[in-house]
């Protein structure tokens, strides 16, 4: 099976940037539809942002504007760019995947990476 390898996760202080990266380990399928999900301790996950094969995006409320999803195809890459962090974007982010059109349900999970944003 495929899996997914998120990076990019760290600390930084409210009002900061980070770049999160969700590639494939494996390239066996293009990561065509691509979810970025959170979990905050004690917290259900949620789903943060969408892109799908043909391009389209979607994000939660409270990151849009803030928040930008993108697709790298050389490199079968996507990303998730954070800016104006708050401390309520703290949680672990997760990145899933599958080889379809779009998504959710996605079939791939990555192992998560943390972001932690300071006040």
């Known amino acids: 099976q495929g899996q997914l390898v998120e990076s990019g996760g760290g600390l930084v202080q409210a009002g900061g940037s980070l770049r999160l990266s969700c590639a494939a380990s494996?390239?066996?399928?293009?990561?065509?539809?691509v979810g970025w999900y959170r979990q905050a301790p004690g917290k259900q996950r949620e789903l943060v942002a969408t892109t799908s094969s043909g391009g389209s995006t979607n994000y939660r409320d409270s990151v849009k504007g803030r928040f930008t999803i993108s697709t790298d195809n050389a490199k079968n890459t996507v990303y998730l760019q954070m800016n104006s962090l708050k401390p309520e974007d703290t949680a672990v982010y997760f990145c899933?995947?599958?080889?379809?059109?779009?998504?959710?349900?996605?079939?791939?999970w990555g192992q998560g990476t943390q972001v932690t944003v300071s006040s």
């Open positions: 899933a995947a599958n080889p379809r059109a779009v998504g959710p349900p996605y079939d791939y």
């Open positions: 494996r390239s066996i399928f293009r990561l065509n539809a």
